[in-house]
């Protein structure tokens, strides 16, 4: 099972997401395979971090889709690369696009699913978008108004769990943990959870050994 996360904006919190996605996968006893495709080679980084301080298990990271996968393959897409984006895309079973809450960047998902569906010749497989650095503010409306504009590409699945603007996420990747590693009982650990069961549901099977 092949899954892109991507989107044309950058910003949009990516790589933290594959990363913590990754590990989550490795943690439910599957098979994982990351792939980093942007050139920046920030996912790299973080599973160098992870090796030099030690924790395990270690992640996988490839400079390109392998040809053989024994299970999970988690591709993440920079836009620099357009190229490999698209081929990547072309190979995906599904595509999970994290979006800030902001108009420019539900622009940003409209282009790239035009982008997704030139590169499947029309058939895209399956999109799912959700609310990524959500603003934890009870006031705001900038989550709820994002998801509604989303909510009106078409062929676009959007996800009711959101991950929101946390320093957890953002010690996540330069400390080379998952969150749910940091702080197991945290929020953000919390959302990582019910992103990672929704985005999968369906799609993983039983735990393997």
């Known amino acids: 099972m092949i899954t892109v996360i991507g989107n044309l904006k950058g910003g949009t919190g ?121 603003d934890t503010h009870p006031a705001s409306r900038e989550n709820e108004e994002a998801e509604e504009a989303l909510g009106q590409l078409e062929g676009l699945t959007v996800l009711s769990t959101r991950l929101s603007q946390r320093m957890a996420f953002r010690r996540s990747f330069s400390e080379g943990l998952a969150v749910f590693e940091m702080e197991p009982r945290g929020k953000a650990a919390a959302e990582l959870l019910a992103l990672a069961q929704t985005a999968f549901d369906g799609a993983l099977g039983g735990r393997k050994s």
């Open 14 to 134: 990516k790589s933290t997401v594959a990363f913590n996605l990754a590990l989550w996968l490795l943690e439910s006893g599957h098979d994982v395979d990351l792939c980093d495709l942007d050139p920046q080679a920030t996912l790299r980084d973080a599973a160098d971090v992870r090796v030099e301080l030690g924790f395990e298990p270690t992640l996988s990271v490839w400079g390109r889709v392998p040809s053989k996968a024994k299970g999970q393959v988690l591709i993440d897409v920079g836009v620099s690369d357009q190229p490999a984006m698209r081929r990547a895309l072309a190979k995906a079973d599904r595509i999970l696009i994290p979006v800030a809450p902001s108009q420019a960047d539900v622009w940003s998902t409209q282009q790239f699913v035009d982008i997704i569906a030139d590169a499947t010749g029309g058939k895209p497989p399956r999109m799912m978008a959700f609310i990524n650095r959500a």
